[in-house]
């Protein structure tokens, strides 16, 4: 079983910027086949695929985040991040990290597919 812990969350104003955080213990996520990503789940809505990165490197995100977001991992340290540039307030959102023993592609946005899953980190993003 592996750990996710987010950190990084909170409020921002609008087109600022915030940097997330994803520490995975208990078994590292490297050499084999992986795909950690970052979800988010605002009040009333189904949980979101927001950007995900594989153990082949590739990006893919969203299309409402293209260009704003960035996911990139730090490899050595077990850490996954996701900034959020020029922040909206529509990315308020509590933001979850998942993780699965699997390429992303296919289905990397069905929430169901990933094994792990962090305890979330808020968002807020004020006008």
């Known amino acids: 079983q592996v750990q996710l812990s987010e950190s990084g969350g909170g409020t921002a104003q609008a087109g600022g910027s915030l940097r997330l955080s994803c520490k995975a213990s208990g078994h590292a996520y490297g050499g084999s086949s992986f795909c950690m990503g970052w979800f988010r789940q605002a009040p009333g809505n189904q949980r979101e695929g927001v950007a995900v990165m594989g153990s082949d490197g590739k990006a893919i995100y969203a299309e409402s985040v293209k260009g704003r977001f960035t996911i990139s991992q730090d490899k050595a340290r077990n850490v996954l991040y996701l900034e959020i540039n020029r922040t909206r307030p529509d990315d308020s959102a509590m933001y979850y990290c998942?993780?699965?023993?699997?390429?992303?592609?296919?289905?990397?946005?069905?929430?169901?597919?990933?094994?792990?899953w962090g305890q979330g980190t808020q968002v807020t993003v004020s006008t």
């Open positions: 998942a993780a699965d023993w699997r390429l992303c592609e296919p289905g990397w946005r069905r929430p169901g597919r990933f094994d792990d």
